[in-house]
């Protein structure tokens, strides 16, 4: 079965990380780039971070540049999202999602409050 199931959303204090995991199935991992998107509360999905292949060349949406780090690891078919210092405005569900398709996980919850 074609299928992304992401993990490690939950409440964080302003300034904390997490890491989200995607874990990939049901086809070949490594020949494809991989976006973060997210969505907060009343508003559209919007890119966070990709990672192409091979190379793993990245970019980021301004809001994120410089805290957040996307990564690969193709042995375990999986694609990470770093975030550190996070902000309450970085709340939403996020989403991991095969780049040149509309294969889209279920998504994670991640809510940065005190």
């Known amino acids: 079965q074609v299928q992304l199931v992401e993990s490690g959303g939950g409440l964080v204090q302003p300034g904390g990380s997490l890491r989200l995991s995607c874990v990939a199935s049901g086809f070949t991992f490594r020949v494809y780039s991989m976006s973060w998107y997210r969505q907060a509360p009343g508003k559209g999905r919007e890119l966070v971070a990709r990672?192409?292949?091979?190379?793993?060349?990245?970019i980021y949406s301004d809001s994120v540049k410089g805290r957040f780090t996307i990564s690969r690891d193709d042995a375990k078919n999986t694609v990470y999202l770093q975030m550190n210092s996070l902000k309450p405005e970085d709340t939403a569900v996020y989403y991991c999602?095969?780049?040149?398709?509309?294969?889209w996980g279920q998504g994670t919850q991640v809510t940065v409050s005190s």
């Open positions: 990672i192409s292949t091979p190379g793993g060349t990245t």
């Open positions: 999602k095969r780049t040149i398709d509309n294969l």
